[in-house]
């Protein structure tokens, strides 16, 4: 079946960068977009943006307006792979990171990884 | 506090049927359909309803969703007790242009 396999926990001080990835098996890893969405402790789920991994060199990407200029989305195709980088992390950034196939027919979500941002 | 409006907890008895709406506006539910995710304690969500009302394979019958307007619905028509979980709808927004989700909907079964 479809798998999505994140990345371990970080641990990761203000103003630092996270890079949480999310290896992908059991599908054609360039026929669907790959979503992240974080969920805050105790908090409901937050849409980050997209990544289309069949869209050009670097991929086409869309970022919700609150991440815009502190997020980055990238694949590795040949690992079939993506990627999710957060800068100038604070402690607002402390949450579970999923990566996912969303508002499909058949969604599949990532387990999460737990990014604590503390000094 | 989210575009898509649920309430944040629901409850019921074992057996006895309960709905979860799920509430926008003509830029998101009137014209896109929706998702339901299930999240049970400590998990990922998983995939419980895609276009407004269909099941995912695995999925029991007793789930159903519907949506009228800009509306949405989840009900259960025999809640169990490992129905206990957090409910999440979900759905495009097209003068946002990004992904929205309900601020979740917890399920508690007395």
């Known amino acids: 079946q479809v798998q999505l396999v994140q990345s371990g926990p970080e641990v990761k001080k203000p103003g630092a960068s996270v890079k949480v990835s999310c290896k992908t098996s059991?599908?054609?890893?360039?026929?669907?977009?790959i979503h992240w969405v974080r969920q805050a402790p105790g908090q409901g789920l937050e849409w980050m943006g997209w990544m289309n991994p069949n869209s050009g060199d670097s991929g086409g990407t869309k970022y919700a307006q609150k991440f815009q200029g502190r997020v980055t989305m990238t694949r590795d195709t040949s690992i079939r792979t993506a990627y999710m980088e957060l800068s100038r992390l604070t402690s607002h950034d402390t949450a579970v990171y999923y990566c996912a196939r969303l508002l499909g027919t058949d969604d599949s979500w990532g387990q999460g990884t737990l990014v604590t941002v503390s000094s | 506090q989210s575009v898509l409006t649920q309430p944040p907890s629901a409850s019921g008895t074992p057996g006895q049927r309960v709905t979860i709406s799920c509430s926008g506006s003509s830029s998101n539910i009137g014209s896109n359909t929706v998702n339901w995710y299930q999240q049970l304690p400590g998990t990922a969500p998983k995939l419980l309803i895609y276009n407004n009302n269909r099941r995912p394979s695995g999925v029991p019958d007793r789930f159903s969703g519907s949506r009228s307007g800009t509306s949405a619905s989840l009900a259960f028509s025999g809640l169990q007790s490992e129905d206990e979980a957090d409910y999440y709808c979900?759905?495009?927004?097209?003068?946002?242009?990004?992904?929205?989700f309900g601020g979740g909907t917890k399920l508690t079964v007395l």
């Open positions: 979900a759905t495009w927004d097209d003068s946002l242009n990004a992904v929205l």
């Open positions: 059991q599908y054609t890893f360039t026929a669907y977009y």
